[in-house]
């Protein structure tokens, strides 16, 4: 059975960072392109940074807004994803969510619709 389970969510002020996690189970990794969605207070979900599955041969992508403040990593040994959030903004406030495709699609790709997601963890940027 394919479980994603993130954590590391919580509150933080403008300025601050986050680093989340989302440990997988039922599958190998490294087999799977993975990303992140967020869907913010009252709006759709988005992907905002996704990886593909060829840690020999990394892509990432990111949305515009993240760009240069979000860093997304993988450890295939551990059977995580992690996304580094740095500079948090109000406007990140949201629910992140973690996604999984089979096969080593394009990140993009990952980032517009995935097979298996996580419940999410809740994040919350506020003075």
């Known amino acids: 059975q394919v479980q994603l389970v993130e954590s590391g969510g919580g509150s933080v002020q403008p300025g601050g960072s986050l680093r989340l996690s989302c440990e997988v189970s039922?599958?190998?990794?490294?087999?799977?392109?993975v990303g992140w969605f967020r869907q913010a207070p009252g709006k759709g979900r988005e992907g905002i940074s996704c990886i593909n599955s060829n840690e020999g041969d990394s892509h990432a992508y990111y949305i515009d807004s993240v760009k240069g403040r979000f860093t997304i990593s993988r450890d295939n040994a551990k059977n995580t994803v992690f996304l580094q959030m740095d500079n948090l903004k109000s406007e990140d406030t949201g629910v992140y969510y973690c996604?999984?495709?089979?096969?080593?699609?394009?990140?993009?790709?990952?980032?517009?619709?995935?097979?298996?997601w996580g419940q999410g963890t809740q994040v919350t940027v506020s003075s």
């Open positions: 039922g599958f190998t990794l490294e087999a799977f392109a």
């Open positions: 996604v999984a495709d089979p096969g080593d699609w394009a990140p993009r790709h990952i980032c517009t619709e995935a097979t298996y």
